[in-house]
């Protein structure tokens, strides 16, 4: 088991995004967790990685409001949910969030080296490089661009470049395809696919459900905060409730 989650809640003052969820990641997975817009599943993923816990940090004694995390994360065989979010992306475990983010006035480059800030080993820092470069060419292309200057689909391969950089044993990627043209979209789940083939193994939150449960190996349904269903995708698809309630297919 890379990634177990148990019984995860998360609430914002009284609200409860995510509530009393648990799921597990076996290394060389593809998993995903899709549901509906507000379902909470980038809450989920930024409490894994430790953001929620940062941001509850920042906010005691506030009056930005309370957040309450309750639950247990362990990856690779360490517990993580006290662990500070830089410490976690150290171990491997890396957040691809939502919004593609690049850093808009720096270069593709630069933008790129930043992701393996963590590290002091150049050589390995540039063998890295090649890989992504040879996994989205374009980046290579585009190397000494100013990265704001780039297409929205350039921006989001940039985004994921950027988050390979980091070494990850685990790659958690929020919704990649979102606001992308057809074409592009498929573009982006052919990567993260050849992204698989290299070992990594990845955690996809999508709204692309027919696409998704095609290329993962077993899939989570979350619904106002809680894990409603979960199995391959055909298992799912043969629910008509969930077929039609939840993944309006
Ligand atoms: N920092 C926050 N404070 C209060 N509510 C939030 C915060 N972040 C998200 N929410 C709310 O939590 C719910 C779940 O959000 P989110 O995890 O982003 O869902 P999803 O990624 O599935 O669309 C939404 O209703 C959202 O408005
Ligand atoms: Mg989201």
Redesign the pocket.
């Known amino acids: 088991m890379l990634l177990s989650v148990s019984n995860l809640t998360v609430s ?2 009284r ?1 409860m ?2 509530n009393d969820i648990s799921m597990q990641v076996d290394s060389g997975e593809l998993i995903s967790l899709v ?10 993923l ?1 409490a894994i990685t430790g953001l929620v816990a940062w ?1 509850k940090e920042m906010l005691r004694g506030t009056a930005g ?1 309370d957040v309450t995390l309750e639950g247990q994360v362990s990856f690779d065989g360490q517990s993580i949910d006290k662990m500070p979010a830089h410490d976690i992306v150290k171990l491997g475990l890396v957040h691809c969030p ?1 919004r593609r983010r690049p850093f808009r006035e720096m270069s593709v480059l630069d933008n790129l080296m930043a992701g393996s800030f963590l590290f002091k080993d150049h050589e390995e820092s540039h063998r890295i490089l090649e890989t992504v470069y040879e996994l989205f060419p374009v980046l290579k292309e585009r190397s000494k661009q100013i990265s704001g200057t780039l297409s929205g689909g350039e921006q989001q391969m940039l985004a994921i470049g950027r988050a390979l950089m980091s070494r990850p044993k685990l790659l958690l990627i ?2 990649p395809s979102t606001g992308l043209a057809p074409l592009l979209r498929e573009e982006v789940f052919n990567k993260i696919m050849e992204i698989k083939a290299l070992g990594i193994t990845i955690l996809l ?1 999508e709204q692309e459900v027919a696409t998704v449960f095609k290329m993962a190996s077993r899939n989570y349904v ?1 619904s106002s ?1 809680k894990i409603i269903a979960e199995g391959v995708g055909e298992e799912l698809l043969e629910d008509e409730v969930i077929r039609k309630t939840y993944l309006g297919l």
């Open positions: 914002y003052d609200a995004l995510v549901g509906p817009n507000g379902a909470g599943k980038s809450t989920i930024r941001e409001g939502e929020d919704e939150v979350l905060g």
